[in-house]
């Protein structure tokens, strides 16, 4: 058996992960109606059931399951996760279910209760860093809990996002990251050839990982590496735009990643540059930070914000800070940071 049939193969048995614990309904859970009959009324109660604690567990495996059931049917063959990443998954999230159970047997356990909050948060922080590791064009290792851990000053400690965006601040350039970032792109350019384009690096230093919730192009698009879709804390992120062959358009575009602020709310960071056609305009750079998907619903009034700025731009908001400048010329640098105090 092949590949291509054992992956979505998987997501059969995904519902069988699902309906674990339910044998009574061996005869009903046979064809696919039944086993997504089955999972929808057995998590539902089991959810009910759950106290609080219990409760973010379940919700995390429903999540897991269905977001790796769909993975594993992707039209296009190369998006699916290899067996071995399944398999991982599998693994953790049986484990984080076996957590949650003890919790409905003996709710009141304080000691479970820390165990299972714990167990949570490392399963978590492993699978986010192993998906910005195989990020192509993000530079540097993830400043997390893990990389802290390794750290003299943090060994046995507790450790907070300040920690995190603090050492994310101090290893902006460790192991020539930075410039690692800057030839990637320079090598994009490369590729692409002449025409105006825009060379742009995005470092984040928030102490969490960000998350690209949308992007829009007024002028020119996204060369042959994507915006990457996770910026974990510490990473240089690397991408070129590029003007439309065959018209005099230029490159104007912008990104929105999201990420919390000090006080805990989601908020959308946006950079955004244009780097237009014409010798008698000047490059602009703009970024900000607003409510969620504020952004993505005014983009005439950003458009028009953009097409009045300056070659750098900077904003604060609820613990966040927010910095973006562009150089000159028809193909210049654009530099980003996002950060935390």
């Given at each position: 058996?092949?590949?291509?049939?054992?992956?979505?193969?998987?997501?059969?048995?995904?519902?069988?992960?699902?309906?674990?614990?339910?044998?009574?309904?061996?005869?009903?859970?046979?064809?696919?109606?039944?086993?997504?009959?089955?999972?929808?009324?057995?998590?539902?109660?089991?959810?009910?059931?759950?106290?609080?604690?219990?409760?973010?567990?379940?919700?995390?495996?429903?999540k897991r399951c269905i977001e790796m059931a769909l993975?594993?049917?992707?039209?296009?063959?190369?998006?699916?996760?290899?067996?071995?990443?399944?398999?991982?998954?599998?693994?953790?999230?049986?484990?984080?279910?076996?957590?949650?159970?003890?919790?409905?047997?003996?709710?009141?356990?304080?000691?479970?209760?820390?165990?299972?909050?714990?167990?949570?948060?490392?399963?978590?922080?492993?699978?986010?860093?192993?998906?910005?590791?195989?990020?192509?064009?993000?530079?540097?290792?993830?400043?997390?809990?893990?990389?802290?851990?390794?750290?003299?000053?943090?060994?046995?400690?507790?450790k907070a996002r300040e920690d995190r965006a603090r050492?994310?601040?101090?290893?902006?350039?460790?192991?020539?990251?930075?410039?690692?970032?800057?030839?990637?792109?320079?090598?994009?350019?490369?590729?692409?050839?002449?025409?105006?384009?825009?060379?742009?690096?995005?470092?984040?230093?928030?102490?969490?990982?960000?998350?690209?919730?949308?992007?829009?192009?007024?002028?020119?698009?996204?060369?042959?590496?994507?915006?990457?879709?996770?910026?974990?804390?510490?990473?240089?992120?690397?991408?070129?735009?590029?003007?439309?062959?065959?018209?005099?358009?230029?490159?104007?575009?912008?990104?929105?990643?999201?990420?919390?602020?000090?006080?805990?709310?989601?908020?959308?960071?946006?950079?955004?540059?244009?780097?237009?056609?014409?010798?008698?305009?000047?490059?602009?750079?703009?970024?900000?930070?607003?409510?969620?998907?504020?952004?993505?619903?005014?983009l005439e009034k950003i458009l028009y914000i953009i097409?009045?700025?300056?070659?750098?731009?900077?904003?604060?908001?609820?613990?966040?800070?927010?910095?973006?400048?562009?150089?000159?010329?028809?193909?210049?640098?654009?530099?980003?940071?996002?950060?935390?105090?």
């Amino acid at each position: 058996m092949d590949h291509a049939t054992v992956v979505p193969s998987l997501a059969y048995h995904l519902l069988d992960q699902m309906t674990n614990g339910f044998s009574e309904d061996r005869e009903l859970g046979r064809g696919t109606y039944g086993k997504v009959y089955l999972v929808h009324r057995n998590w539902r109660n089991r959810l009910q059931a759950a106290s609080v604690n219990a409760l973010e567990s379940y919700c995390i495996q429903v999540k897991r399951c269905i977001e790796m059931a769909l993975s594993c049917v992707e039209v296009d063959r190369h998006k699916r996760p290899t067996i071995g990443n399944i398999l991982n998954e599998l693994n953790e999230t049986e484990t984080a279910s076996q957590f949650a159970d003890a919790l409905l047997k003996d709710p009141e356990s304080t000691t479970n209760q820390e165990s299972q909050q714990t167990h949570i948060t490392e399963v978590e922080e492993k699978r986010e860093r192993e998906q910005v590791r195989e990020t192509e064009n993000c530079f540097g290792e993830v400043v997390d809990n893990y990389r802290l851990d390794k750290m003299a000053r943090y060994m046995g400690k507790h450790k907070a996002r300040e920690d995190r965006a603090r050492e994310a601040w101090n290893l902006v350039d460790e192991h020539d990251k930075d410039n690692k970032a800057s030839k990637y792109v320079k090598g994009l350019k490369s590729l692409y050839g002449n025409g105006q384009s825009t060379l742009c690096r995005l470092y984040n230093e928030t102490g969490d990982t960000i998350h690209q919730v949308a992007n829009h192009d007024w002028a020119g698009h996204i060369g042959s590496a994507p915006y990457p879709a996770t910026i974990g804390n510490g990473q240089w992120a690397a991408f070129h735009h590029v003007h439309r062959a065959g018209e005099s358009s230029g490159s104007v575009a912008a990104v929105v990643y999201r990420g919390e602020n000090k006080h805990g709310q989601d908020k959308d960071y946006i950079v955004a540059w244009s780097t237009p056609c014409s010798f008698w305009h000047r490059n602009k750079a703009f970024c900000g930070i607003s409510d969620v998907d504020w952004f993505q619903n005014n983009l005439e009034k950003i458009l028009y914000i953009i097409s009045d700025a300056d070659y750098s731009s900077s904003d604060k908001s609820g613990g966040c800070e927010i910095e973006a400048k562009i150089g000159r010329g028809h193909s210049p640098k654009f530099n980003a940071r996002i950060s935390y105090r």
